[in-house]
């Protein structure tokens, strides 16, 4: 039974992120506006990310993708749906380990000239995904957000036209930076309390870690934020996994450790849709 089939109040500006102009921190960086659209700093910050995540010591490389692949299980003649992909790196190495004819969508459009027979990369906005071209009628085994559904300017929207897209069996596997990273990171720029920013509604600024000339803007959210999101969403959580560095790699990359243990990294979520009535 689905919990909930409209959108909880204001949960659909909740999880919104846009760059805006946050004042020059010195006199060699600039931070540039673009307004309200959440997709908008993606489109500067994507090949900023792609080069972060390529580097020997990134989380992406060493615990997300390694868990995320875990979640996912045998894509062999699965077909993937990869919302928000990016150049359609991870895609496309599903599609090259077995995965049947997939997709990825991304608003860039900053993909590279050849892909793997099977794969399709398509330039749109998850925030309409059902509008996006080549999309039409389609349905995937697998829908993937892997870090991107943030930049959803209505989540619960976004959420119901992926499920609409879901084969039977289907799930979706949509992963969100620990909340508790941010409530910490704001704390201690206030001089607040963790519980206080936790719970905050109030939007706040930072300067992506990608590209210094980029501040973002998010609203914050809690983890029940994110259960009232799925559920009305018609979405259930079938399991979730909050992944860890490993023994040999806390060991080689102390740094990176270090920071896990501090702001505690991902959640991977794994979400089926409720059965109908």
Known sequence: MVLNESAPRGLTAMFGVMAVSDGPQ????????HGADPSQPWLELAPDYERARAKEDSLDRLVE???????LGDVTGRSVLDVGCGNGGKVAELVRDGA???VGVDISGNFPSAQPPGLELLQGDLSELESVPGLAGRTFDRILFLQSFGYAKDPV????????MLADDGFILLTRTQPIRYALERAEM?????????FSTAPFSYVSGWNDEIALTKRPYTISD???????????????AEPQLSEV???RYPHKQAWMNKYLGI????LRPHSSP
């Open 26 to 33: 010195d006199t060699t960086s600039a931070h540039r506006a």
């Open 65 to 71: 993708w390694p868990a995320q692949r875990d979640v």
């Open 100 to 102: 049947g004819a997939s």
């Open 157 to 164: 929207r976004t959420l119901r036209a992926a499920r609409a």
């Open 190 to 198: 206030n001089g607040t309390s963790m519980g206080e920013e936790y």
């Open 226 to 240: 994110l259960i009232n999101v799925f559920s009305a969403a018609g979405l259930w959580i079938e399991s979730a």
């Open 249 to 251: 790699h806390r060991r």
């Open 267 to 270: 959640v991977i979520f794994k």
